[in-house]
């Protein structure tokens, strides 16, 4: 189950990246007022949860336990973070899809989060709940890893 975890978990990664190169390419990073995202909040959730994946990692060569619980407790707050950007994008979401014509060139200055594909948003969503859970059950011992 730690493997599975750890795969899981570089899949939501990936999707991650993407997002995160997704949101500083449309400038939600230089400019206020260009995204619902604070920068705090996009960097703190990435940071976390790189450090709670390199915990992972050493999780796996080790076997600790102590190891499997620092990396559930990092995931805490990344799924906290995550679940307040998903809540701040789903406005632009339905935004982008009620523009038509001359108010889709408007969306320069919409926030940079309307460009994120709607399936990477929802594959590195699904993929984090079950990288949380196959973590919570690694360090309560089930499935032997």
């Known amino acids: 189950m730690d493997i599975a975890a750890l795969i899981t ?7 991650g990246f993407v997002l995160l190169a997704t949101w500083i390419r449309s400038g939600g990073h230089r400019q206020p007022g260009t995204s619902r995202f604070p920068p705090a909040v996009i960097f703190g959730h990435f940071g976390l949860a790189a450090a709670g994946l390199i915990v992972w990692i050493i999780y796996v060569v080790n076997n600790s336990d102590a190891l499997a619980w620092t990396a559930f ?5 990344v799924a906290l973070l995550g679940f307040t950007m998903f809540a ?11 523009l038509t014509g001359a108010a889709q060139t408007a969306m320069a200055s919409a926030p940079a989060e309307r460009n994120f594909p709607v399936a990477v948003v929802a594959g590195h969503g699904a993929l984090a709940v079950v ?7 690694t360090a309560i011992g089930v499935g032997g890893g």
Do not use: E
Not at 88 to 98: A, E, F, N, V
Not at 131 to 137: A, E, G, R
């Open 88 to 98: 701040r994008w789903l406005p632009s979401y339905r935004q982008r899809g009620t």
């Open 131 to 137: 990288t949380v859970v196959l973590v919570l059950l």
């Open 73 to 77: 407790v990092l995931l805490v707050p």
């Open 9 to 15: 978990w570089i899949i939501t990664a990936l999707g």
